[in-house]
């Protein structure tokens, strides 16, 4: 980044390190106010007001340390001070309001707390199940290619796995498992197979894991934003191949002489080449997939002439008010939609980012079953 641009971008730092001081300052002193002993000493303040700091920047110091404990402490931190903030206002505008009844306030204060606690702990519960425990959504698309010697397909998808600490070999022994049950004849995994770091990812071996996964046109993967960690492509792309995963890093391959598969860097990448650059020699007569991790630019791409371009990375929002804002971000921000010829799917995704969470959204892997015509 240069030095202009940094300069640019210091403001918007500085204005969302305060924005996030003053939510957190908000969270604390309503929940200081509800825990304090009827008797505050300054021994309680001190302690809660060092808790409330660590946790507060546990989610960045376990970033950049990458120390395990505070990377796990930082995202569970992330989903509980999201969930305040969708709970808290209302339980402190609750007690305002009673304020004008009969009711004892240090009475409606304390079970105003005590209910928020309950809120807070059976969402977290329930947005966890909701990340560790993905379905399958199904889309069966009819695709216009008279001259395929293909009469079906079928495809199973998933992106965003954020493999990592929290999103662990557990899951990715879930992908493989779950994945190989739906019998498909072509695996893709359309980017974000980390979680921004390579080492837990090697670490526990969750390539070897992935190599598990079975389809007999093979298992094909595109990289996304966040797997450009602080290490080497190649170290991530020769871990992959190395258990029989093809990794397409702007690359083109024709599979057993029956369809075309495209995997482009993801748009971050300013190296990456245009997709008019990569169709070059395509036959057009055989289907045309492209793994695509950010789903922009589909107007392109039918132009260009893909028969299907799988995408993630929205996370179809992950948690309320996600879907609203990418929902407006995204021609096609997740689920299925057919552009002339062309049809893109957008997953939700089988892991998550941040907090290990998902409020409004679920983990998915996607099936696709394809009849040529």
Known sequence: MNKRKMNQFIPVIIMTVLLYSGLVFY???????????????????IIYTVMIVLAATSFILGRISRVKLLSIVGAYWMACFYLLLMIVPL?????????FTKLPRESTRKWAGSITLVLVVSFLGYGMYNAYNPVVHTYEIKMDKRDSSLNTLHIAIAADTHFGLLSDKNHAQRLVREMNKLGPDLILLPG????????PFIDQKIHEILSNLQAPYGVYVSLGNHDRHNGTMEELIEALEHGGIHVLYDEITEVQGQLTL???????DSE?????RLMEGVDRTKPTILLEHQPYDLHIAQQAGIDLMVSGHTHGGQVFPGRLITSRLYEN????????????????????????????????IVSVKIQFQ
């Open 262 to 268: 495209i995997g482009r860097k993801d748009r971050m």
């Open 333 to 364: 921000h997740w689920g299925y939609l057919q552009k002339e010829k062309m049809h893109s799917i957008v997953t939700s995704g089988f892991g998550f980012w941040g907090p290990p969470i998902r409020i409004g959204t679920r983990s998915e």
């Open 272 to 276: 990456r080449l245009s997709l008019e």
């Open 91 to 99: 339980a402190h505008l609750t007690v305002i309001l009673l304020r």
């Open 192 to 199: 974000d197979l980390l979680d921004d770091d390579v080492q």
């Open 27 to 45: 969270i604390g002193w309503r929940g200081y106010r509800w825990l304090r002993p009827t008797t505050s000493s300054r021994r309680f303040k």
